[in-house]
């Protein structure tokens, strides 16, 4: 069982910015590609970045493309997600998730096995 923590949430301005962390809770998940997803109020959960276990594979929205950087730093089994240049539709609960068994679709969520509990990132105008 892999436990994934998110934190760095929190209220900001257009145009500012904020990094997410994702904390995992084995060594297991240097070997996982992770993900990024969010769910504004009212809509589906949506795919925003991913990364491959070895750190390459970068693959993200289009929505986010150029404004948001998804890393990992295996020593401390945690992936990050910068986030530049927020805009008010970036408004969501943020998730980050772990990829550990079977075909690997990036952008859907049905394929990742473990998911945490999110963090809000609200953007004001």
């Known amino acids: 069982q892999v436990q994934l923590v998110e934190s760095g949430g929190g209220l900001v301005q257009a145009g500012d910015s904020l990094t997410l962390s994702c904390a995992a809770s084995?060594?297991?998940?240097?070997?996982?590609?992770m993900g990024w997803f969010r769910r504004a109020p009212g809509k589906e959960r949506e795919f925003v970045a991913a990364?491959?276990?070895?750190?390459?594979?970068?693959y993200y929205a289009d929505s986010v493309k150029g404004r948001f950087t998804i890393s990992r730093d295996k020593d401390k089994n945690t992936v990050y997600l910068q986030m530049n240049s927020l805009k008010p539709e970036d408004t969501a609960v943020y998730y980050c998730?772990?990829?550990?068994?079977?075909?690997?679709?990036?952008?859907?969520?049905?394929?990742?096995?473990?998911w945490g509990q999110g963090t809000q990132v609200t953007v004001s105008s």
């Open positions: 990364i491959g276990w070895s750190g390459k594979g970068l």
């Open positions: 084995r060594r297991t998940f240097s070997s996982y590609p």
């Open positions: 998730a772990a990829h550990s068994s079977g075909t690997y679709y990036y952008a859907q969520t049905y394929a990742y096995d473990y």
